[in-house]
């Protein structure tokens, strides 16, 4: 099942260094040559929305995508994954 992700990137690995980061081998093995980008789902959240996140005690979860393009750390993203087998783990489709 595919579903749209908005997020603000806030790590980016690209293919070149994969083997330089200590991924999880599953993770490792779905990467193959593309991108790895931990993002903050939601884009980049406002100081009402961390005080909210933090009075409500449920933090700002990130997820990790591995996507076909790169992107720099503090871009936006808007892509269509698909959820791997891994908790938090998504595909770029």
Do not use: N
């Not at 936006?76 to 770029?92: D, H, I, K, N, W």
């Amino acid at each position: 099942m595919t579903e749209r992700i908005e997020g603000e990137v806030l790590y980016a690995i690209p293919p070149a260094e994969l083997g330089e980061h200590d991924l999880d081998p599953e993770l490792q093995s779905l990467a193959d040559a593309r991108h790895v980008l931990v993002c903050r789902r939601g884009g980049h959240p406002s100081i009402f929305e961390l005080a909210w996140a933090m009075l409500r005690r449920k933090p700002i979860e990130p997820v990790t995508i591995v996507a076909r393009d790169g992107a720099a750390e503090g871009d936006t993203v808007s892509l269509t994954v698909e959820e791997t087998t891994m908790s938090g783990v998504y595909r770029q489709v």
